[in-house]
């Protein structure tokens, strides 16, 4: 499963909203896991691809400050990318990249 997530334009300018697409979820019991850790967010669409019998769903949550959202995209436990307006990745490391450290380094 990997997810994608880009920031939102709302008109409320102190807070901060993202949208999150998940993809590759495969069976009712992945469905089920997302769900889990996706509870706080609203539900913003589905989809399907019947030729990888596969998932797709779409998530939306406003944030108070942009640190709420790095703090909780470094928790999400799957491939996670946020992406710029221009649909470039940005370079922070998010979900289980930002977990991942190599060996013999110590966490600070």
Known sequence: MQAIAWRVQTEDK????????IDGIRGIRA????LKIVEQWNPSGEGYCPR???AILF????FE????WIKWAKQYPYELIEIKKDGTPKPIKLGAAARKR???TKRS
């Open 14 to 21: 102190e807070k901060f909203s993202y949208r999150l697409q």
């Open 31 to 34: 469905q089920n896991r997302i």
């Open 52 to 54: 990888n019998n596969e």
């Open 59 to 62: 998530f939306t949550r406003t």
């Open 65 to 68: 400050t942009v640190q709420s």
């Open 102 to 104: 190599k060996k013999g």
